[in-house]
């Protein structure tokens, strides 16, 4: 399915000509970018602050949150791109065993534009151990409470 998205219009050469500039950033042209099939845009996530609360039910599916996730990403093309909302199926990995899944919502996120850099933010997301990878998550647990990684 092709994705529907809206160009807004920035700049346009120098700022002294500001009728110019003034008129293209009134620009909003709606387009589709067309599917080319699959693509791994996220190179990686860094969940550098996550918050597991734990109850006795949910002792290997806790809640889950984060203040600060990072996701670097690449495009098939040159042009800037500000990503301003994100649904991502997470898979967490510790000690080369991908142990757990966090299937975050649609949210808002901010985008360094420049160095294709997203800033997420997520709560109330079930951190999904899997059944057979308890003591791999008993172990990751282990290692960021005494705090190493």
Do not use: C
């Amino acid at each position: 399915m092709d994705s529907q998205v809206t160009v807004y219009g920035a700049s346009a050469g120098p700022s002294d000509v500001a009728w110019l500039n003034e008129g293209i950033q009134t620009l909003q042209v709606a387009t589709s970018l067309p599917n080319i099939g699959k693509l791994n845009i996220i190179q990686s996530i860094n969940l550098e602050q996550l918050s597991l609360m734990f109850a006795e039910t949910t002792a290997y599916d806790p809640m889950s949150g984060s203040n600060l996730t990072t996701a670097a990403f690449t495009l098939p093309f040159a042009f800037l791109v500000d990503i301003t909302a994100l649904a991502q199926n997470i898979t967490a990995g510790y000690d080369g065993q991908s142990f757990a899944e966090l299937v975050v919502p649609r949210g808002p996120t901010t985008t360094d534009v420049q160095n294709r850099i997203i800033d997420l933010t997520f709560s109330n997301v079930p951190f999904a151990v899997y059944s057979d990878q308890h003591e791999t998550f008993q172990n990751f647990v282990a290692a960021m409470t005494l705090g190493s990684s």
